[in-house]
Protein backbone atom coordinates (compact mmCIF):
# COMPACT_ATOMS: atom_id res chain seq x y z
CA UNK A 1 0.00 0.00 0.00
CA UNK A 2 0.86 3.51 -0.66
CA UNK A 3 1.77 5.79 1.98
CA UNK A 4 1.20 9.66 1.80
CA UNK A 5 4.55 11.50 2.75
CA UNK A 6 5.06 14.94 2.84
CA UNK A 7 8.60 14.86 0.80
CA UNK A 8 9.65 18.50 2.37
CA UNK A 9 9.62 16.97 6.02
CA UNK A 10 12.65 15.33 7.09
CA UNK A 11 12.77 12.16 8.46
CA UNK A 12 12.74 11.44 11.90
CA UNK A 13 16.51 10.98 13.38
CA UNK A 14 16.73 7.72 15.43
CA UNK A 15 19.56 9.18 17.14
CA UNK A 16 17.52 12.27 18.42
CA UNK A 17 15.85 12.45 21.51
CA UNK A 18 12.30 12.35 21.90
CA UNK A 19 10.25 15.78 22.05
CA UNK A 20 8.63 16.12 25.30
CA UNK A 21 4.83 15.51 25.53
CA UNK A 22 2.96 18.74 25.23
CA UNK A 23 1.92 19.08 28.90
CA UNK A 24 5.52 18.90 29.78
CA UNK A 25 5.92 21.60 27.46
CA UNK A 26 3.15 23.84 28.64
CA UNK A 27 4.56 23.77 32.27
CA UNK A 28 5.25 27.78 33.43
CA UNK A 29 8.25 28.58 33.62
CA UNK A 30 7.80 29.82 37.48
CA UNK A 31 8.39 25.87 37.99
CA UNK A 32 11.95 26.51 36.68
CA UNK A 33 12.59 29.29 38.84
CA UNK A 34 11.86 27.46 41.96
CA UNK A 35 13.41 24.98 41.23
CA UNK A 36 16.47 26.79 40.66
CA UNK A 37 16.08 28.52 43.95
CA UNK A 38 16.01 25.10 45.64
CA UNK A 39 19.15 23.84 43.62
CA UNK A 40 21.00 26.95 44.86
CA UNK A 41 19.82 26.17 48.66
CA UNK A 42 21.09 22.71 48.44
CA UNK A 43 24.50 23.88 46.90
CA UNK A 44 24.08 26.57 49.56
CA UNK A 45 23.58 23.94 52.32
CA UNK A 46 26.45 21.71 51.13
CA UNK A 47 29.30 24.49 51.42
CA UNK A 48 28.34 24.94 54.84
CA UNK A 49 25.99 28.07 54.04
CA UNK A 50 23.00 27.80 55.77
CA UNK A 51 21.82 31.15 55.57
CA UNK A 52 21.00 32.66 52.58
CA UNK A 53 21.73 36.96 52.67
CA UNK A 54 18.53 38.43 53.12
CA UNK A 55 16.97 40.33 50.30
CA UNK A 56 17.33 44.35 49.88
CA UNK A 57 14.34 46.76 50.84
CA UNK A 58 12.69 48.53 47.77
CA UNK A 59 13.22 52.02 48.01
CA UNK A 60 10.38 53.82 48.13
CA UNK A 61 9.27 56.10 44.86
CA UNK A 62 10.47 60.19 45.63
CA UNK A 63 7.59 62.48 45.40
CA UNK A 64 9.10 64.58 42.78
CA UNK A 65 8.95 62.92 39.38
CA UNK A 66 11.80 63.18 37.20
CA UNK A 67 10.31 65.45 34.93
CA UNK A 68 9.04 67.82 37.49
CA UNK A 69 12.80 67.55 39.25
CA UNK A 70 14.37 68.55 35.99
CA UNK A 71 11.96 71.50 35.56
CA UNK A 72 12.88 72.71 38.78
CA UNK A 73 16.92 72.25 37.99
CA UNK A 74 16.34 73.88 34.57
CA UNK A 75 14.09 76.78 36.38
CA UNK A 76 17.01 77.66 38.54
CA UNK A 77 19.72 77.37 36.12
CA UNK A 78 17.68 79.88 33.97
CA UNK A 79 17.21 81.91 37.23
CA UNK A 80 20.77 82.41 37.84
CA UNK A 81 21.29 83.06 34.14
CA UNK A 82 19.17 85.82 34.32
CA UNK A 83 20.55 86.88 37.46
CA UNK A 84 24.19 87.11 36.09
CA UNK A 85 22.58 89.43 33.34
CA UNK A 86 22.71 86.85 30.25
CA UNK A 87 20.55 87.98 27.91
CA UNK A 88 18.80 84.44 26.82
CA UNK A 89 18.65 83.58 30.78
CA UNK A 90 16.92 86.91 31.14
CA UNK A 91 14.32 86.01 28.01
CA UNK A 92 13.68 82.50 29.54
CA UNK A 93 12.99 83.87 32.76
CA UNK A 94 10.63 86.72 31.22
CA UNK A 95 9.06 84.06 28.89
CA UNK A 96 8.19 81.98 31.98
CA UNK A 97 6.81 84.86 34.05
CA UNK A 98 4.57 85.70 31.44
CA UNK A 99 3.76 81.82 30.73
CA UNK A 100 3.25 81.16 34.43
CA UNK A 101 5.64 77.73 33.78
CA UNK A 102 7.36 76.81 36.80
CA UNK A 103 6.60 80.20 38.92
CA UNK A 104 3.07 82.05 39.66
CA UNK A 105 2.22 84.21 36.36
CA UNK A 106 3.38 87.71 36.99
CA UNK A 107 3.05 89.91 33.78
CA UNK A 108 4.98 92.93 35.36
CA UNK A 109 8.14 90.60 36.15
CA UNK A 110 8.04 89.45 32.75
CA UNK A 111 7.77 92.81 31.24
CA UNK A 112 11.14 93.35 33.34
CA UNK A 113 12.78 90.69 32.22
CA UNK A 114 11.93 90.71 28.69
CA UNK A 115 13.15 94.43 28.74
CA UNK A 116 16.47 93.59 29.98
CA UNK A 117 16.82 91.20 27.66
CA UNK A 118 15.73 92.99 24.52
CA UNK A 119 18.44 95.96 26.33
CA UNK A 120 20.91 94.09 25.28
CA UNK A 121 19.48 93.51 21.84
CA UNK A 122 17.81 89.68 21.76
CA UNK A 123 15.35 90.19 18.74
CA UNK A 124 13.40 87.54 20.02
CA UNK A 125 13.07 89.43 23.46
CA UNK A 126 11.98 92.69 21.90
CA UNK A 127 9.65 90.64 19.70
CA UNK A 128 8.08 89.22 22.62
CA UNK A 129 8.30 92.06 24.85
CA UNK A 130 6.24 94.14 22.06
CA UNK A 131 3.47 91.63 22.47
CA UNK A 132 3.11 91.52 26.23
CA UNK A 133 2.73 95.14 25.97
CA UNK A 134 0.52 95.09 23.20
CA UNK A 135 -1.94 92.01 24.56
CA UNK A 136 -1.80 93.24 27.94
CA UNK A 137 -1.97 96.92 27.86
CA UNK A 138 1.15 97.28 30.27
CA UNK A 139 3.01 100.29 29.85
CA UNK A 140 6.32 100.21 28.23
CA UNK A 141 9.09 101.07 30.84
CA UNK A 142 12.33 102.85 30.23
Not at 9 to 17: G, H, Q, R, T, V
Not at 23 to 42: D, G, R, T
Not at 52 to 65: C, M, V
Amino acid sequence: MCQNKNPFEPEPDSAAPAAPPPEAASQPAVLSVVAAAAKSEAVAAKVGQTDLAPLSPIRPISPISPEEDSDARELQRVTELAEKGDAYGEYCLGTRYRDGFGVPKDLAKAQEWLGKAASQGLGNAVRELHVLVLRSGLEICK
